[in-house]
Protein backbone atom coordinates (compact mmCIF):
# COMPACT_ATOMS: atom_id res chain seq x y z
CA UNK A 1 0.00 0.00 0.00
CA UNK A 2 1.12 3.78 -0.85
CA UNK A 3 1.70 5.17 2.17
CA UNK A 4 2.37 8.81 0.64
CA UNK A 5 0.47 11.60 2.12
CA UNK A 6 -0.01 15.16 0.23
CA UNK A 7 0.69 18.35 2.43
CA UNK A 8 -1.79 18.83 4.71
CA UNK A 9 -2.50 22.16 3.61
CA UNK A 10 -4.49 20.55 0.75
CA UNK A 11 -7.25 19.51 3.82
CA UNK A 12 -8.05 23.34 4.00
CA UNK A 13 -9.26 23.87 0.56
CA UNK A 14 -11.57 22.05 -1.93
CA UNK A 15 -11.09 21.85 -5.72
CA UNK A 16 -12.29 25.08 -6.74
CA UNK A 17 -16.11 24.42 -7.19
CA UNK A 18 -16.01 25.62 -11.26
CA UNK A 19 -13.41 22.76 -11.71
CA UNK A 20 -15.45 19.78 -9.87
CA UNK A 21 -19.02 21.75 -11.75
CA UNK A 22 -17.57 21.80 -15.10
CA UNK A 23 -16.44 18.18 -14.95
CA UNK A 24 -20.85 17.45 -14.38
CA UNK A 25 -21.42 19.47 -16.69
CA UNK A 26 -19.15 17.95 -19.34
CA UNK A 27 -20.46 14.75 -18.55
CA UNK A 28 -23.97 15.49 -19.04
CA UNK A 29 -22.86 17.39 -22.48
CA UNK A 30 -21.52 13.60 -22.94
CA UNK A 31 -24.49 12.71 -22.30
CA UNK A 32 -26.20 14.71 -25.13
CA UNK A 33 -27.81 17.01 -23.03
CA UNK A 34 -26.82 20.29 -24.74
CA UNK A 35 -25.79 22.46 -21.36
CA UNK A 36 -26.08 26.29 -21.79
CA UNK A 37 -23.32 27.50 -19.52
CA UNK A 38 -24.43 30.88 -18.05
CA UNK A 39 -21.73 30.74 -15.48
CA UNK A 40 -18.26 31.47 -15.69
CA UNK A 41 -17.11 35.34 -16.85
CA UNK A 42 -15.29 34.10 -19.91
CA UNK A 43 -15.66 36.94 -22.76
CA UNK A 44 -16.93 34.97 -25.74
CA UNK A 45 -15.58 37.78 -28.50
CA UNK A 46 -12.04 38.01 -29.67
CA UNK A 47 -9.68 40.93 -28.99
CA UNK A 48 -9.80 43.99 -31.11
CA UNK A 49 -7.77 42.80 -34.86
CA UNK A 50 -4.78 44.79 -33.98
CA UNK A 51 -3.74 42.90 -31.09
CA UNK A 52 -3.95 39.26 -32.81
CA UNK A 53 -2.51 40.92 -36.22
CA UNK A 54 0.36 42.24 -33.40
CA UNK A 55 0.34 38.50 -31.84
CA UNK A 56 1.09 36.75 -35.42
CA UNK A 57 3.40 39.26 -36.57
CA UNK A 58 5.88 39.12 -33.76
CA UNK A 59 5.25 34.91 -33.47
CA UNK A 60 6.71 34.95 -37.25
CA UNK A 61 10.03 36.65 -35.79
CA UNK A 62 12.74 34.07 -35.00
CA UNK A 63 14.63 35.85 -32.29
CA UNK A 64 11.26 36.25 -30.52
CA UNK A 65 10.47 33.16 -28.72
CA UNK A 66 13.48 33.52 -26.15
CA UNK A 67 12.73 34.18 -22.36
CA UNK A 68 11.34 37.40 -21.46
CA UNK A 69 12.13 39.53 -18.55
CA UNK A 70 10.03 38.47 -15.34
CA UNK A 71 8.82 42.07 -14.92
CA UNK A 72 7.43 42.58 -18.24
CA UNK A 73 9.08 44.23 -21.59
CA UNK A 74 9.52 47.83 -21.52
CA UNK A 75 6.74 48.43 -24.05
CA UNK A 76 4.13 46.18 -21.86
CA UNK A 77 5.31 48.22 -18.88
CA UNK A 78 4.50 51.39 -21.00
CA UNK A 79 1.72 50.79 -22.65
CA UNK A 80 0.41 49.90 -19.33
CA UNK A 81 1.22 53.10 -17.39
CA UNK A 82 -0.27 54.88 -20.60
CA UNK A 83 -3.85 53.23 -19.77
CA UNK A 84 -3.71 54.08 -16.10
CA UNK A 85 -3.15 57.66 -17.26
CA UNK A 86 -5.80 57.94 -20.05
CA UNK A 87 -8.74 56.34 -18.24
CA UNK A 88 -7.90 56.72 -14.96
CA UNK A 89 -5.97 60.16 -14.85
CA UNK A 90 -3.26 58.17 -12.45
CA UNK A 91 0.42 58.89 -13.29
CA UNK A 92 2.56 55.46 -12.84
CA UNK A 93 6.22 55.24 -13.44
CA UNK A 94 6.19 52.11 -16.03
CA UNK A 95 10.00 51.07 -15.05
CA UNK A 96 9.10 50.90 -10.71
CA UNK A 97 5.60 51.40 -10.48
CA UNK A 98 4.39 48.53 -12.65
CA UNK A 99 4.28 44.92 -12.76
CA UNK A 100 2.92 42.94 -15.07
CA UNK A 101 1.06 39.71 -14.05
CA UNK A 102 -0.22 36.69 -15.60
CA UNK A 103 -3.99 36.81 -14.27
CA UNK A 104 -4.97 38.16 -10.43
CA UNK A 105 -5.03 34.68 -8.87
CA UNK A 106 -1.21 34.73 -9.62
CA UNK A 107 -1.25 38.44 -8.20
CA UNK A 108 -2.96 37.19 -5.11
CA UNK A 109 -0.24 34.57 -4.54
CA UNK A 110 2.90 36.91 -4.76
CA UNK A 111 1.22 39.50 -2.86
CA UNK A 112 0.48 37.49 0.33
CA UNK A 113 3.98 35.94 -0.18
CA UNK A 114 5.67 39.42 -0.51
CA UNK A 115 3.37 40.69 2.75
CA UNK A 116 1.84 37.92 5.14
CA UNK A 117 3.57 35.74 7.30
CA UNK A 118 2.20 32.63 8.50
CA UNK A 119 -0.61 33.17 11.26
CA UNK A 120 -0.99 37.12 10.36
CA UNK A 121 -4.48 38.12 9.19
CA UNK A 122 -5.92 38.82 6.21
CA UNK A 123 -9.16 40.63 5.58
CA UNK A 124 -11.49 39.27 3.12
CA UNK A 125 -15.20 40.29 2.21
CA UNK A 126 -18.09 38.26 2.49
CA UNK A 127 -19.45 37.26 -0.37
CA UNK A 128 -16.15 37.47 -2.52
CA UNK A 129 -13.96 36.08 -5.09
CA UNK A 130 -13.23 32.46 -3.23
CA UNK A 131 -9.11 32.95 -4.06
CA UNK A 132 -9.03 35.22 -1.92
CA UNK A 133 -9.35 32.75 0.39
CA UNK A 134 -7.84 29.61 -0.45
CA UNK A 135 -5.01 30.93 -1.39
CA UNK A 136 -4.99 32.44 2.58
CA UNK A 137 -4.95 29.44 3.56
CA UNK A 138 -2.86 27.75 1.26
CA UNK A 139 -0.36 30.02 2.70
CA UNK A 140 -0.73 29.15 6.11
CA UNK A 141 -2.78 32.87 6.85
CA UNK A 142 -5.47 33.40 9.03
CA UNK A 143 -8.98 34.72 7.04
CA UNK A 144 -11.22 36.94 8.66
CA UNK A 145 -14.26 38.00 7.33
CA UNK A 146 -15.61 41.47 7.06
CA UNK A 147 -19.27 41.64 5.26
CA UNK A 148 -20.67 43.13 2.56
CA UNK A 149 -24.38 43.23 2.48
CA UNK A 150 -27.31 44.01 -0.02
CA UNK A 151 -28.38 47.21 2.11
CA UNK A 152 -25.36 49.01 2.12
CA UNK A 153 -24.73 48.92 -1.60
CA UNK A 154 -22.39 45.62 -1.13
CA UNK A 155 -19.80 48.22 0.17
CA UNK A 156 -17.78 47.90 3.51
CA UNK A 157 -19.05 48.41 7.18
CA UNK A 158 -16.34 50.51 8.10
CA UNK A 159 -17.59 50.23 11.56
CA UNK A 160 -17.47 46.54 11.68
CA UNK A 161 -14.31 47.27 9.62
CA UNK A 162 -13.08 49.15 13.05
CA UNK A 163 -13.62 46.53 15.51
CA UNK A 164 -12.12 43.70 13.31
CA UNK A 165 -8.23 45.49 12.76
CA UNK A 166 -8.35 45.93 17.33
CA UNK A 167 -9.19 42.13 17.80
CA UNK A 168 -6.93 40.62 14.78
CA UNK A 169 -3.91 43.52 13.76
CA UNK A 170 -4.27 42.47 9.95
CA UNK A 171 -1.44 42.76 7.02
CA UNK A 172 -3.66 42.80 4.21
CA UNK A 173 -7.14 43.60 3.24
CA UNK A 174 -8.69 42.48 0.09
CA UNK A 175 -11.31 44.10 -1.67
CA UNK A 176 -12.91 44.58 -5.15
CA UNK A 177 -14.72 47.12 -7.02
CA UNK A 178 -16.99 47.28 -9.22
CA UNK A 179 -17.37 43.90 -7.20
CA UNK A 180 -17.39 40.88 -8.30
CA UNK A 181 -19.94 38.73 -7.41
CA UNK A 182 -22.65 41.40 -6.79
CA UNK A 183 -22.28 44.09 -9.34
CA UNK A 184 -21.64 46.99 -6.43
CA UNK A 185 -20.57 50.03 -8.44
CA UNK A 186 -16.75 51.22 -7.52
CA UNK A 187 -17.73 54.94 -4.95
CA UNK A 188 -15.12 56.54 -4.45
CA UNK A 189 -16.26 57.84 -1.17
CA UNK A 190 -15.37 53.91 -0.49
CA UNK A 191 -11.97 54.08 -1.83
CA UNK A 192 -11.13 57.36 -0.22
CA UNK A 193 -12.07 55.57 3.43
CA UNK A 194 -10.49 52.26 2.30
CA UNK A 195 -7.13 54.64 1.81
CA UNK A 196 -7.36 56.24 4.98
CA UNK A 197 -8.43 52.83 6.94
CA UNK A 198 -5.17 51.78 5.06
CA UNK A 199 -3.20 54.59 6.35
CA UNK A 200 -4.80 54.53 10.42
CA UNK A 201 -3.78 50.64 10.72
CA UNK A 202 -0.35 50.46 9.13
CA UNK A 203 -2.17 47.75 7.02
CA UNK A 204 -2.15 47.13 2.51
CA UNK A 205 -5.32 47.31 0.81
CA UNK A 206 -5.29 45.52 -2.30
CA UNK A 207 -8.50 46.42 -4.54
CA UNK A 208 -8.64 44.05 -7.39
CA UNK A 209 -10.15 46.07 -10.05
CA UNK A 210 -10.72 44.03 -13.65
CA UNK A 211 -14.33 45.20 -13.93
CA UNK A 212 -14.13 49.00 -14.28
CA UNK A 213 -15.34 49.33 -18.47
CA UNK A 214 -18.14 46.76 -18.27
CA UNK A 215 -21.29 48.23 -18.34
CA UNK A 216 -19.43 51.05 -16.67
CA UNK A 217 -19.54 54.27 -18.03
CA UNK A 218 -17.16 55.60 -14.99
CA UNK A 219 -13.70 54.48 -14.70
CA UNK A 220 -12.79 54.20 -11.19
CA UNK A 221 -9.17 53.57 -9.52
CA UNK A 222 -8.18 53.49 -5.99
CA UNK A 223 -4.97 54.91 -7.34
CA UNK A 224 -7.24 58.12 -8.06
CA UNK A 225 -6.99 59.06 -4.24
CA UNK A 226 -4.24 61.11 -3.27
CA UNK A 227 -1.75 59.12 -0.89
CA UNK A 228 -3.04 55.88 -1.88
CA UNK A 229 0.21 54.35 -3.77
CA UNK A 230 1.92 54.61 -0.27
CA UNK A 231 -0.56 52.06 1.18
CA UNK A 232 -2.64 50.58 -1.80
CA UNK A 233 -2.05 47.87 -4.51
CA UNK A 234 -4.11 47.45 -7.39
CA UNK A 235 -4.57 44.64 -9.73
CA UNK A 236 -5.87 45.14 -13.21
CA UNK A 237 -6.68 42.56 -15.81
CA UNK A 238 -7.48 42.42 -19.75
CA UNK A 239 -9.40 39.29 -19.05
CA UNK A 240 -12.33 40.93 -19.06
CA UNK A 241 -12.07 44.81 -20.80
CA UNK A 242 -10.02 43.41 -23.29
CA UNK A 243 -11.52 40.11 -24.62
CA UNK A 244 -8.19 38.55 -23.66
CA UNK A 245 -8.99 35.62 -20.70
CA UNK A 246 -7.09 33.17 -22.19
CA UNK A 247 -4.18 35.47 -22.87
CA UNK A 248 -3.27 35.33 -18.87
CA UNK A 249 -1.79 39.40 -18.84
CA UNK A 250 -2.52 41.86 -15.94
CA UNK A 251 -0.90 44.41 -13.94
CA UNK A 252 -0.08 45.06 -10.37
CA UNK A 253 0.41 48.89 -9.68
CA UNK A 254 1.49 50.44 -6.43
CA UNK A 255 4.93 52.49 -4.99
CA UNK A 256 8.07 51.24 -6.03
CA UNK A 257 8.96 49.73 -3.07
CA UNK A 258 5.87 47.36 -3.01
CA UNK A 259 6.35 46.76 -6.75
CA UNK A 260 9.84 45.33 -5.89
CA UNK A 261 8.90 43.30 -3.06
CA UNK A 262 6.28 41.47 -4.66
CA UNK A 263 9.16 40.94 -8.12
CA UNK A 264 11.44 39.29 -5.83
CA UNK A 265 8.56 36.83 -5.12
CA UNK A 266 7.37 36.57 -8.85
CA UNK A 267 10.90 35.84 -10.34
CA UNK A 268 11.41 32.81 -8.06
CA UNK A 269 8.18 31.37 -9.06
CA UNK A 270 7.64 32.39 -12.93
CA UNK A 271 9.75 33.11 -15.71
CA UNK A 272 8.13 36.33 -18.50
CA UNK A 273 5.68 35.97 -20.67
CA UNK A 274 5.52 34.59 -24.34
CA UNK A 275 6.95 38.15 -26.16
CA UNK A 276 3.87 38.37 -28.89
CA UNK A 277 1.97 37.84 -25.91
CA UNK A 278 3.32 41.00 -24.47
CA UNK A 279 4.08 42.90 -27.41
CA UNK A 280 0.46 42.22 -28.84
CA UNK A 281 -1.25 43.09 -25.33
CA UNK A 282 0.69 46.79 -25.28
CA UNK A 283 -0.78 46.56 -28.83
CA UNK A 284 -4.46 46.16 -26.81
CA UNK A 285 -3.94 48.86 -24.70
CA UNK A 286 -4.84 51.32 -27.16
CA UNK A 287 -8.25 49.89 -28.07
CA UNK A 288 -10.43 53.35 -28.67
CA UNK A 289 -13.38 54.51 -27.58
CA UNK A 290 -15.43 53.18 -29.84
CA UNK A 291 -14.13 49.33 -29.15
CA UNK A 292 -14.77 49.53 -25.34
CA UNK A 293 -18.21 51.19 -26.42
CA UNK A 294 -19.14 48.35 -28.62
CA UNK A 295 -17.75 45.36 -26.63
CA UNK A 296 -17.18 46.52 -22.85
CA UNK A 297 -21.19 48.09 -22.82
CA UNK A 298 -23.47 47.81 -26.09
CA UNK A 299 -22.96 44.01 -26.10
CA UNK A 300 -23.13 43.73 -22.27
CA UNK A 301 -26.47 45.18 -22.13
CA UNK A 302 -28.00 43.83 -24.66
CA UNK A 303 -27.39 40.34 -23.46
CA UNK A 304 -28.29 41.85 -19.91
CA UNK A 305 -31.92 42.33 -20.80
CA UNK A 306 -32.21 38.29 -21.42
CA UNK A 307 -30.34 37.86 -17.94
CA UNK A 308 -32.82 40.25 -16.32
CA UNK A 309 -36.13 38.12 -17.71
CA UNK A 310 -34.04 35.19 -16.24
CA UNK A 311 -34.15 36.29 -12.74
CA UNK A 312 -38.11 37.82 -13.02
CA UNK A 313 -39.02 34.39 -14.47
CA UNK A 314 -36.81 32.27 -11.57
CA UNK A 315 -38.55 35.11 -8.78
CA UNK A 316 -35.43 36.75 -8.15
CA UNK A 317 -34.60 40.37 -6.77
CA UNK A 318 -31.90 42.56 -8.26
CA UNK A 319 -30.11 45.72 -7.95
CA UNK A 320 -30.98 47.13 -12.16
CA UNK A 321 -27.70 49.79 -11.33
CA UNK A 322 -25.26 47.06 -10.74
CA UNK A 323 -22.40 46.45 -13.44
CA UNK A 324 -19.94 44.57 -14.44
CA UNK A 325 -20.29 40.61 -16.37
CA UNK A 326 -22.63 39.01 -13.92
CA UNK A 327 -26.06 39.56 -13.17
CA UNK A 328 -26.71 38.83 -9.22
CA UNK A 329 -29.71 38.43 -7.68
CA UNK A 330 -31.68 37.43 -4.65
CA UNK A 331 -34.03 33.93 -4.69
CA UNK A 332 -37.66 33.92 -3.65
CA UNK A 333 -38.03 33.13 0.24
CA UNK A 334 -39.92 30.32 -0.74
CA UNK A 335 -36.78 28.69 -2.08
CA UNK A 336 -35.02 26.58 0.95
CA UNK A 337 -31.62 26.46 -0.40
CA UNK A 338 -30.30 28.01 -3.36
CA UNK A 339 -28.57 24.79 -5.02
CA UNK A 340 -32.35 23.44 -5.20
CA UNK A 341 -33.34 26.04 -7.54
CA UNK A 342 -29.92 25.93 -9.62
CA UNK A 343 -29.72 21.79 -9.80
CA UNK A 344 -33.52 22.18 -10.73
CA UNK A 345 -32.21 24.23 -13.93
CA UNK A 346 -29.18 22.65 -14.60
CA UNK A 347 -31.00 19.32 -14.92
CA UNK A 348 -34.67 20.15 -15.74
CA UNK A 349 -33.76 23.23 -18.26
CA UNK A 350 -29.79 22.35 -18.85
CA UNK A 351 -28.97 25.61 -18.03
CA UNK A 352 -25.59 25.92 -15.81
CA UNK A 353 -25.81 29.29 -13.24
CA UNK A 354 -23.91 29.95 -10.21
CA UNK A 355 -25.06 29.52 -7.18
CA UNK A 356 -23.91 32.43 -4.62
CA UNK A 357 -22.68 30.23 -1.43
CA UNK A 358 -19.37 29.89 -3.53
CA UNK A 359 -18.60 33.34 -2.45
CA UNK A 360 -19.30 33.01 1.26
CA UNK A 361 -22.54 32.95 3.51
CA UNK A 362 -23.71 35.96 2.38
CA UNK A 363 -24.23 34.96 -1.00
CA UNK A 364 -26.28 32.12 0.01
CA UNK A 365 -29.51 33.27 -0.85
CA UNK A 366 -28.13 34.50 -4.25
CA UNK A 367 -27.42 33.41 -7.86
CA UNK A 368 -24.98 34.89 -10.27
CA UNK A 369 -25.94 34.38 -13.93
CA UNK A 370 -22.99 35.45 -16.32
CA UNK A 371 -23.47 37.71 -19.40
CA UNK A 372 -20.33 35.92 -21.56
CA UNK A 373 -22.63 33.83 -23.51
CA UNK A 374 -23.84 34.68 -27.63
CA UNK A 375 -27.05 36.71 -27.09
CA UNK A 376 -29.21 33.88 -28.87
CA UNK A 377 -27.85 31.42 -26.02
CA UNK A 378 -29.17 33.46 -23.32
CA UNK A 379 -32.56 33.50 -25.41
CA UNK A 380 -32.69 30.06 -25.46
CA UNK A 381 -32.08 29.40 -21.93
CA UNK A 382 -34.55 31.29 -20.81
CA UNK A 383 -37.02 29.77 -23.39
CA UNK A 384 -35.91 26.65 -21.06
CA UNK A 385 -36.35 28.08 -17.82
CA UNK A 386 -39.90 29.37 -18.60
CA UNK A 387 -40.73 26.23 -19.34
CA UNK A 388 -39.67 24.77 -15.75
CA UNK A 389 -43.04 26.68 -14.53
CA UNK A 390 -45.53 25.16 -17.29
Known sequence: ????????????????????????????????????????????????????????????????????????????????????????????????????????????????????????????????????????????????????????????????????????APKLLWTNYPNMPTGGRAQMKTYERLVRFAKDHNLVVVNDNPYSFILSEEHLSILQVPGAKDCCIEFNSMSKSHNMPGWRVGLCASNAQFIQWILKVQSNIESGTFRGIQLAAAEAYKNDETWHREFNIDLYRRRRQYAEQIMDVLGCTYDPQQVGMFLWGRIPDSIQNVEDLTERVLHEARVFITPGFIFGSNGERYIRISLCAKEEKIQQALQRIEKLKD
Open 1 to 168: MNMIQPADRLSLVQEYYFSRKLKEVAQLNAEGKDIISLAIGSPDMPPSPQTIEKLCEVAHQPNAHGYQPTQGTPELRQAMADFYKRWYNVDLDAKSEVLPLIGSKEGILHTTLAFVNPGDAVLVPNPGYPTYTSLSKILGAKIVNYDLREDNGWQPDFDQLENIVQET
